[in-house]
Every structure is written in structure tokens, then in C-alpha cells.
């Protein structure tokens, strides 16, 4: 009778184990706190789908064993960005944030809910940067940050066809660790996921509709999708190209960051003679025609402020020569009917005569000694309604003034004795045509 081979166990060096472990357990894990798709199929990255501003938790975790934080530099700082996953559009990210900026003016594409956040320090949400915010943790102690996403997916798609056919985002979180000289540039660790962005509550109905498709196929066809896990697992990735300092560099497109520090504004005042108190403003002329000697950039711009920033990425190499070049024809080919026939039009200057248009200046110029409004020597830019309704009015003052439309509360008409009279939507219709106004914003206690 042959003796049974048993298996052996092989004593290791305790010193090879140890350094193995360290090589495979990474120092930083972060977890965002929603359910991935069942949707996915193995060995493909998950899929994660948040809802439009609601409060989402990442939790940062670190390696106690890494020892490396001693009493003087043990707070971190992290950098959570929201991103686009499909390469064609990083290459115009620029030009899509700058259109997505002028579309929701006030709005922010990524916030930190710092009531709901755990043990982070210094938040920071750059007022530039939209789509990127900061905060120092120490890696001892429990840090939940809770972060909300404003954009949705097919916010950038040139179809509106619902969520499921929006792009894809990334959230990254890049870690550092500061210097000598308390500069945080010292790279620990990136990560990220990947995510899609529905309007409220639109994630979970397209979580129940994942989740049913897949519980219809036959057992065969379930086991080539990974399951949906309670939590995303966000996987190392390269650090974000741009360095920490830009975070703290002065905005690049002059026009864009409202300059006044008012955060609550009681109303606007409009008389014959409109006047902006407590804040001055810089007057940026906008394109009206394109011109065929426009550069590229000029030519986005363009293209951003005539409200067809979606195809920012078809002309992305286009100077205004290129583009005054395509025939209505071209034009409905590639963007469609609907905005082909209105981008032709735009280009050939053929617009619609407004109902009313008022001229404003939103600049304080006075003379005298008596502090009364000068209207010759102020700059006036025009507004075009076609409603005719005090709503839309103020939708136009709180765009000129770059002001939030949530922080006016109301807007009112000085009259020839100085008393205030809110405008109506029969005052409004009343208007003279071609009016000459300057705005005054009064903050609000």
C-alpha cells in the first residue's frame, strides 16, 4: 500500500510576505457610495449612475501602515474633478465647460455638500474651475466628503435623446502630500470611476430598467455581466496633467466671473437711467456677425455665444472663413434640420426683428455735483425680447449683469418721482421700443 501524498506548507521569509503585501495593498482606496450597474459586462469597468444634485458620498481611506505622516505633515490635500471619459471630447474640454458655463450662468458643474462631509478641512471650490473642488483631510481620522454633480450626460451630446445616450464622466480624486514649504505638489495617489449623470431620479429608473433587462436573459447570457455592487470602487489612474498651482491662477476668459462679492441681490432697480451700485463692471463686446478673418478661438467663441455650443467640437479646427464657407446644404447635414437651418441663418446675418429692444448700461457715470446719471457717457448694450414678459426680462438683466436668476428677487421701474414700481408683464409690453435704460442692483440685508 502506497502512502498518501499529503501537501506541504513551505515556511517563507517573513520579510519577502511582508514587502509582497505592501506591493498589492494600495496606501489609498476611495469609495464613491452608489450602485453600479448591473448592465456591465465582465472584465469591462463598472458603470456608475448618480442623479443630478444629489449628495454623494466618497469615502477617502488610507493605509495605516504607511507611516509616513508625521505630526507636522500628516493633513493631505485632494482634488475631486469631474471629467469626460470619451477622448474626442478631452480635446475640447475647454471650449465645452466655456459653453456649458454660458448656458447655466451662476451654475457650478461639481459642489462639496460640506453639512453632509466628514472630517474635511479648507474646503475650497474654485470659482473658475466649475467642474473642480478641494479640501485638506488628515489620513488618521474618518473623511467622508459628499460631493453633487449639476451637469447632466446629454448636456454635451448633440442629440437630446435622454440620459442612456449621454457621454460619459469621470470623477478623479488626486491626492498630494505638502513640502517644506507647505506647498501641496507632492503626488501620492489618483483614482477615478466612471459615471453617467441622469436628471433627478432618472438614475434609478435606469438602474430598475439595467436591472430588468438582465434578469430576462437566459442564466447563460446573466454570467457574462458582473453583478451590481452596493458601493463604486474608484481604480488608480494617472494623475490629472494640469499641476495643483493652476487651481490658484487668475481666470483666463476675462468676462465670465462676476467681479462684484455680492452673494444676495434684494432687487434691480430700472429707471430712464439704470445704475449698478457697489460694483463696477468691464463691458465685453460679443460677436454679432462672424467675420471670415476670425481665428479659431474667436470662431468657438462665437459659435458659444450664438447658442450653438454643442458643435464646438464638430468646427473645433474651423476659422471663420472655414465655416462662412459651408452652404446651407452642408450645414443641415451636419447639424441637422433644425439647428442647420438657424446656424445658415446666423452665419448670413438673417435675423428676426425682436418685438422690443431696450439698450442698457450697466455702468454708474455721473455729472455734476449732483450725482445725476449721464446717459451720453455711459455704454449701453442691447436686449432683445420677444415674449415680452417681466420674467424675461429679468432672465436678460441677470445674464448681462452675471447675475444668478435665484438671487434676484425682484425688479422694479424708478419713476419720474423716484418711487419704485415693479415691473409686470404689461409694463413690460408697454415699453417704448428701442428705450434707453441703466440697471441698478441693490443688495439685499
Known amino acids: 500500500m502506497e502512502p498518501l501524498a499529503l501537501p506541504f506548507l513551505k515556511q517563507e521569509d517573513p520579510n519577502s510576505i511582508s514587502t509582497s503585501a505592501e506591493q498589492h495593498c494600495p496606501s489609498f482606496q476611495y469609495i464613491l457610495c452608489a450602485v453600479t450597474s448591473p448592465a456591465v459586462k465582465q472584465h469591462e469597468e463598472t458603470l456608475t449612475y448618480l ?4 449628495s454623494y458620498e466618497i469615502r477617502m481611506l488610507c493605509n495605516p501602515k504607511m507611516g509616513e505622516f508625521s505630526e507636522g505633515r500628516k493633513l493631505l490635500k485632494s482634488v475631486v474633478r469631474v471629467v469626460f471619459h ?3 471630447l478631452q480635446y475640447t474640454e475647454h471650449q465645452q465647460l466655456e459653453g456649458w458655463r454660458w448656458n447655466r450662468p451662476g451654475d457650478r458643474i461639481l459642489d462639496i455638500d460640506i453639512p453632509m462631509s466628514v472630517g474635511i478641512l ?8 466649475l467642474n473642480t473642488v478641494e479640501f485638506l483631510w488628515d489620513p488618521t481620522k474618518r473623511t467622508s466628503v459628499f460631493v453633487q454633480v449639476h451637469c447632466i450626460s446629454t448636456e454635451f451630446t448633440l442629440r437630446k435623446n435622454g440620459g442612456e445616450k449621454g457621454v460619459p464622466f469621470r470623477i478623479q480624486v488626486d491626492t498630494f502630500r505638502s513640502n517644506e514649504k507647505d ?10 470611476c466612471l459615471i453617467k449623470v441622469f436628471k433627478p431620479k432618472g438614475a434609478d429608473r435606469k438602474q430598475k430598467t439595467d436591472r430588468e433587462k438582465i434578469e430576462k436573459q437566459s442564466l447563460q447570457e446573466r454570467e457574462k455581466y458582473q453583478p451590481s455592487y452596493e458601493s463604486t470602487m474608484l481604480t488608480e489612474c494617472a494623475p490629472w496633467p494640469e499641476t495643483i ?21 434684494r432687487g434691480l432697480v430700472f429707471s430712464p437711467v439704470w ?8 463691458f465685453v463686446c460679443c460677436f454679432q456677425t462672424l467675420s471670415p478673418n476670425a481665428s479659431i478661438m474667436e470662431t468657438q467663441q462665437w459659435l458659444h455665444k450664438n447658442r450653438f455650443s454643442n458643435y464646438c467640437r464638430v468646427f473645433t479646427s474651423y476659422t471663420g472663413a472655414d465655416l462662412l464657407k459651408l452652404s446651407r446644404t452642408d450645414l443641415v447635414q451636419i447639424c441637422g434640420t433644425a439647428d442647420g437651418i438657424r446656424l445658415s441663418n446666423a452665419l448670413k446675418a438673417r435675423c428676426v426683428r425682436p418685438r422690443l429692444t431696450l439698450y442698457v448700461s450697466k455702468e454708474l457715470e455721473t455729472s455734476g455735483n449732483n450725482g445725476s446719471p449721464n446717459p451720453e457717457s455711459a455704454m449701453y448694450q442691447e436686449l432683445y425680447l420677444e415674449e415680452l414678459t417681466a420674467t424675461e426680462l429679468t432672465n436678460k438683466l441677470a445674464e448681462l449683469l452675471s447675475f444668478p436668476v435665484s438671487q434676484i428677487h425682484q425688479v422694479s421701474r424708478q419713476g419720474p418721482t423716484g418711487i419704485h414700481i415693479l415691473v409686470s408683464d404689461q409694463m413690460v409690453r408697454n415699453l417704448p421700443d428701442e428705450s434707453c435704460f441703466v440697471a441698478a442692483a441693490i443688495k439685499g440685508k
Do not use: C, M
Not at 442623479?51 to 444629489?54: A, D, K, T
Not at 498651482?245 to 441681490?265: D, I, M, Q, R
Not at 445704475?275 to 468691464?282: D, L, N, P
Open 122 to 129: 479648507e474646503p475650497h471650490i474654485h470659482p473658475t474651475l
Open 51 to 54: 442623479n443630478q444634485g444629489q
Open 86 to 88: 470619451d477622448r474626442r
Open 275 to 282: 445704475i449698478v451700485a457697489g460694483a463696477h463692471f468691464t
Open 183 to 192: 506647498d501641496y505638489v507632492e503626488h501620492l495617489h489618483s483614482a477615478s
Open 245 to 265: 498651482s493652476n487651481l490658484h491662477s487668475p481666470p483666463t476668459t476675462p468676462g465670465l466671473v462676476s467681479p462684484h462679492p455680492f452673494k444676495w441681490w
